[in-house]
């Protein structure tokens, strides 16, 4: 009795399946052992729910704004249910997902009513949008932040010791000190302002004449400091002295004195007291 026996090439024309330390392996290892939390690193590479739903419609390439229900519930539910016998508790988030999936895939499937006027149907998809949008956002300003240089993984810190002889101290500044600086600025700039002299016209003519009307209203006798103001400025006292000058050269007044270190008094001589 003959025996079929099937040709078979021979194992080294067979092409691996695996290469270990660069040796190639021709077939898996019967005993191979596969733990039943192995399947929890699939759900660990997610970080919840809308990371998963994220990842399935980026990799099938579709719209967010317009995702297409059934197909993307079917595969979140293959997702899930091979999580759910080994890890109910990590998988207890993302079956909370799944009933809001079949949800809206259900609402979906209903009639919709007809729209009133000026008003817009919502899309029973709109939260999900929303919270994917949002949840890409974050993730995507994450990313940003992670890229930033960070202390202990892209530099390290060095501290140097400083003796304090050497270091430079500078004291903090007093809110005093600082009132006696700009106090020194606006004194310097007052002294620094510029002060514009313009030529005044005065008339030493013109104060003899107010120094006349003044003795002959005091009946001629008047002491002399009563006959200047004060009030009027250097300029128009020294003109005033002037003109009281001028009227004791003309003789027509004159300036008497009791006695020593006595006050002095103006009088008109006796032809402009009798005028």
């Known amino acids: 009795m003959s025996e079929i026996v099937a040709d078979t090439p021979p194992a080294d024309d067979l092409a691996p399946v695996a290469r270990i330390y660069g040796q190639p392996m021709a077939q898996m290892p019967l ?23 994220l990842y399935l419609i980026r990799k099938a390439n579709v719209n967010v704004l317009d995702i297409p229900m059934a197909p993307l519930t079917i595969q979140y539910l293959e997702y899930v249910e091979a999580m759910r016998a080994s890890n109910l508790e990590l998988a207890a988030d993302y079956l909370v997902m799944a009933a809001m999936l079949i949800e809206i895939k259900s609402r979906m499937l209903l009639p919709r009513p007809k729209p009133g006027d000026g008003e817009e149907v919502e899309d029973p998809r709109a939260e999900l949008v929303r919270r994917l949008i949002e949840y890409e956002q974050m993730k995507l300003a994450a990313y940003g932040l992670n890229a930033l240089p960070q202390a202990e993984r892209d530099f390290h810190w060095v501290e140097t010791w400083v003796e304090r002889t050497v270091a430079r101290r500078l004291p903090e500044v007093s809110v005093e000190d600082l009132c006696a600086a700009w106090r020194t600025i ?15 016209e005065l008339s030493v003519r013109e104060h003899m004449g107010i120094i006349l009307r003044r003795l002959r209203e005091s009946g001629g006798f008047v002491e002399f400091m009563s006959l200047f103001d004060v ?31 006595a006050p002095i008094y103006v009088r008109l001589t006796d032809g402009r007291a009798d005028a």
């Not at 005993?31 to 739903?53: C, S």
């Not at 606006?186 to 005044?200: D, G, I, K, N, P």
Request: no cysteine.
């Open 31 to 53: 005993d191979l052992y596969i733990p039943p939390d192995a399947l929890a690193v699939m759900l660990d590479a997610f970080e919840g729910p809308l990371d998963l739903l």
């Open 186 to 200: 606006l004194r310097q700039a007052r002294l620094s302002t510029s002060h514009r002299v313009q030529r005044e």
């Open 231 to 261: 009030s009027d400025g250097p300029s128009l006292l020294v003109v005033h002295f002037l003109a009281m000058l001028e009227l004791a050269r003309e003789q027509l007044l004159e300036l008497t004195q009791a006695d020593t270190f």
